[in-house]
């Protein structure tokens, strides 16, 4: 797979690493980045030396491809969606109880006028990390689908009215950061498109991605990891009660991740992202057997399991990327984390992700005496 000059099945990862508890417990007070950071104060250099202690993280573990890794996130994972919102103009913080069982603790933030980018969102972390690593970067962002299923409103006629504003808000943000050369691969997480999919989901999408011609544009699918539970689709008899669905009585159908293809092949995206692991007959690859990659899409695919606190050796991580290469060439095929790390201790994730890349090896070595 190839990024910038380089062909490979690279490991990178996916959404937010866990954090130094140093850094979560020294900067919960603070709410940076707000909008571009400002040189010489305590926010900017938390900030910048805790980044600066993932990104080496990210490096030494023999990662292609650094990431973003929403450091922002402190000490709290639902920070990874309420970082946006408070940097879009229009919101609320607060509104009733997400109706979606993992995340029915959280509240939907309101919106209350016209959507816009209150302040940069990504850019000025992206330049941060051009200051603290020479290595091709990722930048993520939670898409406007997601943050249109996690949103209430008091101002849009229509869902689809909301969606198109959130997507036209984070566009200017994207394109911002497309514009910086060591930025290679932007990632916008659309995980509840295997719960809800819109008539306008794809429309939403594209229409966030509008203009960029730099970086290649991925998108993420999974069904979330927030509270470290397999997503479900509640069934009429589920209740929130008091702002959270009993997630030992599920009641409700499983979600899958094949439920995606092929409809997601219609967005201007080209590497798509899923994890195989989710389910022990990993139906994913079943699913793209019966519906191919289309040409110009390649495919990044999620060996560690991020719920569980087991660290894979290399030889089994080795064992999931031998199956998936029976289904994706490996010309077309990245690896990465099957969501977020964040829930897991800074030493299980650090030792998960040397073994995604120690695992990539051993499968390149594998694949070259074929």
């Known amino acids: 797979m190839r990024i910038g000059t380089q062909e490979t099945p690279l490991p990178t990862m996916i959404m937010?690493?866990?954090?130094?508890?140093?850094?979560?417990?020294?900067?919960?007070?603070?709410?940076?980045p707000f909008g571009d950071f400002i040189e010489d104060r305590i926010e900017t250099e938390v900030f910048k030396d805790g980044l600066w202690a993932v990104v080496g993280e990210q490096q030494r573990a023999g990662l292609g491809l650094v990431a973003d890794s929403r450091t922002f996130a402190a000490g709290n994972y639902s920070d990874?969606?309420?970082?946006?919102?408070?940097?879009?103009?229009?919101?609320?913080?607060?509104?009733?109880?997400?109706?979606?069982?993992?995340?029915?603790?959280l509240h939907s933030p309101t919106c209350v006028g016209d959507i816009t980018r209150a302040v940069p969102m990504m850019a000025p972390i992206a330049r941060m990390l051009?200051?603290?690593t020479d290595a091709p970067l990722k930048i993520q962002w939670t898409a406007a689908g997601t943050l249109t299923s996690l949103s209430a409103d008091r101002h849009y006629r229509t869902d689809r009215d909301r969606a198109m504003a959130i997507a036209a808000a984070l566009n200017e943000d994207i394109l911002e950061v497309d514009a910086i050369d060591q930025v290679k691969v932007l990632q916008l997480d659309e995980w509840f498109w295997p719960y809800q999919y819109e008539d306008w989901s794809i429309e939403a999408f594209n229409r966030t991605v509008e203009g960029v011609h730099n970086a290649r544009v991925m998108v993420h699918l999974c069904v979330g990891n927030y509270r470290g539970g397999r997503g479900y689709r509640a069934d009429d008899t589920a209740s929130p009660g008091k702002g959270?669905?009993?997630?030992?009585?599920?009641?409700?159908?499983?979600?899958?991740?094949?439920?995606?293809?092929?409809?997601v092949y219609d967005a201007k995206i080209d590497i798509l992202n899923l994890q195989v692991i989710e389910e022990a007959e990993m139906g994913v690859l079943e699913a793209l057997?019966?519906?191919?990659?289309?040409?110009?899409?390649?495919?990044?695919?999620?060996?560690?399991?991020?719920?569980?606190?087991?660290?894979?050796?290399?030889?089994?991580?080795?064992?999931?990327?031998?199956?998936?290469?029976?289904v994706v060439p490996a010309e077309r095929l990245g690896l990465t984390t099957g969501c977020g790390l964040k829930n897991l201790p800074r030493l299980t994730a650090y030792q998960k992700i040397r073994s995604l890349a120690d695992g990539a090896s051993l499968a390149r070595e594998r694949l070259a005496t074929r």
Not at 86 to 104: E, I, K, M, Q
Not at 303 to 316: F, L
């Open 289 to 326: 057997r019966k519906n191919p990659l289309p040409d110009g899409m390649d495919f990044v695919c999620g060996v560690i399991d991020p719920k569980s606190t087991y660290v894979e050796t290399p030889e089994e991580v080795a064992a999931r990327i031998g199956r998936v290469l029976d």
């Open 16 to 32: 937010a690493y866990s954090n130094p508890r140093w850094y979560d417990f020294v900067s919960a007070p603070y709410n940076v």
């Open 80 to 105: 990874v969606v309420v970082y946006y919102f408070f940097r879009l103009a229009g919101f609320a913080p607060y509104g009733p109880n997400v109706t979606y069982p993992l995340y029915s603790t």
């Open 130 to 132: 051009t200051e603290l």
């Open 244 to 263: 959270a669905f009993d997630l030992h009585a599920r009641h409700g159908d499983a979600l899958i991740y094949e439920s995606v293809i092929p409809r």
